[in-house]
């Protein structure tokens, strides 16, 4: 991989990489070289396939990190509506399996020993409870490899020739995807690998599965 070269945009802050030949598989449509304008307008048409995404899911390991811990998970990601999502964490858990609900009006957990959690803060209420330490909120929008809220002039962000996201850096974490492809349900390529680290924590998601699920099959879940 060549090095990142970095241009001042009006808006955001991006440093453009040349995918080298073994990147090459992950956007074989999409010439080697491309300007940074180009790049830019394939990153703005990712953004708006994914805004049109209501539902979709994520399954696979998680892992994390901190100086006196790490942990392996298993993860399951359910965006349920925009602004609604559900997780599900199982493995090495002092709680057992926990399930967090989140939305507008904060975040519900639930563990497998039937004891129930609310707050306003899911990141705050997983550390507390079972001492993993998960940007839950961020994750909605980095798992789609994407920023939180847009990109701003405080962001950082890599773009590859097909405009997706090799890196990025927002509030304080850095993000890096390596790996790329096409979601089932939907012809878009999604991210199969994030590892972001930030504030004393590591996180690495290595994901199975990307869909869009069938929307009677998710509307059942959100009644559950």
């Known amino acids: 991989m060549m090095p990142a070269r970095v241009l001042q945009l009006p808006v955001v802050l991006i440093a453009v990489l040349l995918l080298s030949g073994c990147m090459g598989l992950l956007a074989p449509l999409v010439p080697e070289r491309s ?29 994390v990190v901190t100086e006196d811990d790490r942990v392996g998970l298993t993860l399951n990601w359910r965006q349920l509506a925009p602004g609604l999502w559900r997780v599900n964490l199982s493995g090495p858990l002092a709680t057992g399996s926990v399930r967090l609900d989140g939305g507008r009006d904060g975040v519900l957990m639930r563990t497998s020993r039937g004891d129930e959690y609310r707050s306003d803060d899911a990141r705050a209420l997983l550390r507390r409870e079972t001492g993993v330490d998960l940007p839950a909120e ?25 405009g997706r996201l090799v890196r990025l850096e927002q509030y304080g974490w850095t993000l890096v995807y390596s790996d790329y492809r096409v979601a089932g349900g939907v012809d878009l390529e999604v991210p199969y690998r994030v590892e972001a680290s930030g504030e004393g924590v590591r996180i690495r998601v290595l994901v199975e599965r990307w869909d869009v699920p069938d929307t009677a099959a998710d509307a059942e879940a959100v009644a559950q």
């Open 138 to 162: 961020a994750l909605t929008h980095w798992l789609q490899g994407r920023p939180v809220g847009g990109a701003t002039a405080a962001d950082t962000l890599e773009l590859d020739a097909a």
């Open 35 to 63: 300007s940074p304008d180009e790049r830019l307008a394939l990153f703005e048409q990712r953004l708006q396939r994914l805004d049109a995404l209501e539902r979709w899911r994520v399954s696979g390991r998680l892992g």
